[in-house]
């Protein structure tokens, strides 16, 4: 992204905080640090970032803010709530149950068919769901919370799997 474009943003962003008061020595450096961490991201995508961080926070953005907008916004899945996982899992398990093992796989989202792997669909199929509810909530939130802060980081997200979230089934010991 050109500094131009970034300056440009940057406007927007005051504008949108008018009590905010920056000096040109400020701006200077939030410009800085903003090419230096946001430079390499498509303008659409910054742009798409900004304007909804600027539309949802009432404080001037941070970094780490539009950080999270961005990842919100390149990874869709990672917008699936515990309780909206769950919900599509006992769905399947009323649906399907042990006898269509794959159809009700094949009808959950990557993500939570991964996370029903690591947790068992027999497991879920035989236990009583509203007694799983609480861990399945748990093991979602902790992996979640790793991806956001590995995303936020830098690091590499995609080496994170559901052996790196504690298992909170009852009795399950490693």
């Known amino acids: 992204m050109k500094p131009s474009e970034m300056q440009e943003y940057l406007d927007l962003a005051l504008a949108a905080h008018p009590y905010v008061k920056k000096t040109d020595d400020e701006k200077m450096m939030i410009l800085r640090v903003w090419l230096g961490v946001f ?11 900004l304007n909804n961080v600027i539309k949802t926070n009432r404080f001037f953005p941070a970094v780490s803010v539009i950080t999270g907008e961005i990842v919100k916004l390149t990874n869709p899945d990672s ?13 399947a398990v009323q649906l399907y149950g042990l006898t269509y093992t794959e159809i009700a796989m094949e009808s959950l989202p990557v993500v939570v068919r991964d996370a029903v792997r690591a947790f068992g669909w027999h497991e879920l199929c035989r236990g009583d769901l509203k007694f ?9 939130d902790a992996k979640a919370s790793k991806e956001e802060y590995l995303s936020i980081t830098g ?10 979230v504690p298992d909170l089934r009852i009795g399950v010991k490693k």
Not at 79 to 91: A, G, K
Not at 132 to 140: Q, T, V
Not at 155 to 164: E, R
């Open 39 to 49: 430079g390499e991201y498509d303008t659409e995508l910054f742009n798409k970032a």
């Open 79 to 91: 917008l699936i709530s515990s309780s909206e996982s769950f919900d599509m899992v006992s769905r």
């Open 132 to 140: 799983l509810r609480n861990s399945w909530c748990k093991a979602w």
């Open 155 to 164: 690091g590499d997200k995609t080496k994170l799997t559901w052996l790196d």
